[in-house]
């Protein structure tokens, strides 16, 4: 039997995965390139589970993440990262925040409130934003 570099146990029943990303199914429904959706997992994580998340006066949830730190977790440059987000920002699945002091790199990501192996993707409606989970919820 080959023997890996890194050894592991087996999965087994009641384990509880630590450190590990959210990657949505519908993004493998998408015509998106690897790096916009591995970019979109990493806008979408950070925004979920971050202490560098924000909320907005709507109660958006929306995260800060420079392009050359996105760029250097994607080993991308940073034009092929612009790329990705402009990529995300056309399928309406981030929206890019607002500026503020000429810092570069705030997203709002969206979630589509439809099931896509129903949608004809030329459709523009259906996406809706993450709010933070009130206690009565």
Known sequence: MHEGIIKGDSLKTGIRLENCMYFPSYLLEMPLSMTARI???????????SEKRRKNANGELYCSFPTKELAELLDRGKTATRDAIDNLCFYGLI??????????????????????HRLDLDQTAGFVTIKERREED
């Open 39 to 49: 970019a979109y997992v990493l806008i979408l994580n950070r925004t979920l589970h």
């Open 95 to 116: 929206r890019k925040g607002i500026y503020e002091y000429n810092f570069e790199g705030i997203y709002y990501p969206l979630i589509p409130s439809f099931t896509l």
